[in-house]
């Protein structure tokens, strides 16, 4: 059974870091592309960031630079690191792999 898991969300003042990760466990491929997406109340789900085959990143325009979404160190494991936080980054950020469901995300709350 495949299973789809984020952590690493948390409560952290604004120009803090915090560290998410994703794991997908139960499927027998690589998965060479993901995706990290936010939603923030009220608003529409964004897409933050990608990463294919493992080196191809892109990013939305408002966290180049803070934000970097990277393999980890197992198969079909992905982190994003995420510094120097804003308000505005707060939000329930999720990890979608291609093939797999939509996870329950994990919150990030940036206080100012």
């Known amino acids: 059974q495949v299973r789809l898991v984020e952590s690493g969300g948390g409560l952290v003042q604004a120009g803090g870091s915090l560290r998410l990760s994703c794991a997908v466990s139960?499927?027998?491929?690589?998965?060479?592309?993901i995706d990290w997406y936010r939603q923030a109340p009220g608003k529409e789900r964004e897409l933050v960031a990608s990463i294919i085959n493992g080196d191809r990143t892109d990013y939305l325009d408002s966290v180049k630079g803070r934000f970097t979404i990277a393999s980890g160190s197992t198969k079909n494991t992905w982190t994003l690191q995420m510094n120097s936080l804003k308000p505005e980054d707060t939000a329930v950020y999720y990890c979608?792999?291609?093939?797999?469901?939509w996870g329950q995300g994990t919150q990030v709350t940036v206080t100012s």
């Open positions: 139960g499927f027998s491929s690589r998965i060479y592309y």
């Open positions: 979608k792999p291609t093939r797999v469901a």
